[in-house]
């Protein structure tokens, strides 16, 4: 037994052109083992097996591929956050209200802007997510005797866990005040902005299961002298209709780190 496994080992460690055969005088393949073939003492004897596989390799770089099949390397470290996923939403068709919107408070109207991201937190982990949005605004003949009939504008961030409990973002909100509108050609007032901003949110899942975290951009829209008077405002640009606004856009960017289980 002592010979056949020198005689096995010497097999592997060298670099192989023709075909060779251990317990068959008719190899099939580069290296064919037929354990019928090979005479031993015990039946039990007759499996090879092989040593160290359950050994991980040190791997210092790790290739990431985007949708768009381009190809890098970034560094891997099991003790830091890595590059999970990215995720990528865009405005579907334009949103408009007519009424005061806040998702924030109950009095007001919840409209959402139909962009949610979902993001999976995978079991003994803790997750960074970076969040950015860029979403149009924009409002036409927004003036009653000389003064503006909406005050403010702008875009609410959320999240919702598996309570279905809506959390704002605050580092995520954003608003504008309009002061002014611009006279258009046609002789309408118009108003139009894009708002912009990011926030980062950090989540750990300690459990043994997959959680999903869902995030929503809501419309913020804040009424000025004329808070009973209905006025369309319009999210989204999704059909092109104001070009230099472009469409509204929501990206996240999910980095993970795995964690001991808790006991």
Known sequence: ???????????????????????????????????????????????????????????????????????????????SFNLKTIKYAKSKQTIHTEKSANVMDVSKKQVSLDVDLVITLSPNTENIIFLEYDMPIYIYNNKEDNRVKVGYLGVTLTKVEDSNVIVELDQGSRKVTNYENRSAVNGDNFFGVSVASKAVDQLSNT?????????????????????????????????????????????????????????
């Open 1 to 79: 037994m002592k010979k056949f496994s020198i005689l096995f080992l010497t097999l592997l460690s060298i670099s192989m052109f023709g075909q060779v055969g251990v317990g068959t005088e008719d190899p099939t393949a580069s290296l064919d083992i037929d354990p019928k073939g090979i005479e031993v003492e015990k039946s039990e004897d007759r499996y090879i097996r092989l040593e160290g596989l359950e050994k991980k390799a040190d791997y210092l770089r790790k290739i990431i591929l985007n949708q768009k099949g381009d190809v890098a390397t970034m560094d891997y470290d099991a003790n």
């Open 207 to 263: 459990g043994t299961v997959e959680k999903k975290v869902k995030y929503k951009l809501f419309a913020y829209v804040e009424k000025s002298y004329f808070e009973s008077f209905d006025k369309e405002v319009y999210f989204g640009n999704a059909d092109g209709e104001i070009e230099p606004l472009g469409v509204g856009i929501f990206n996240a960017v999910h980095y993970e780190k795995v964690i001991s289980p808790t006991k």
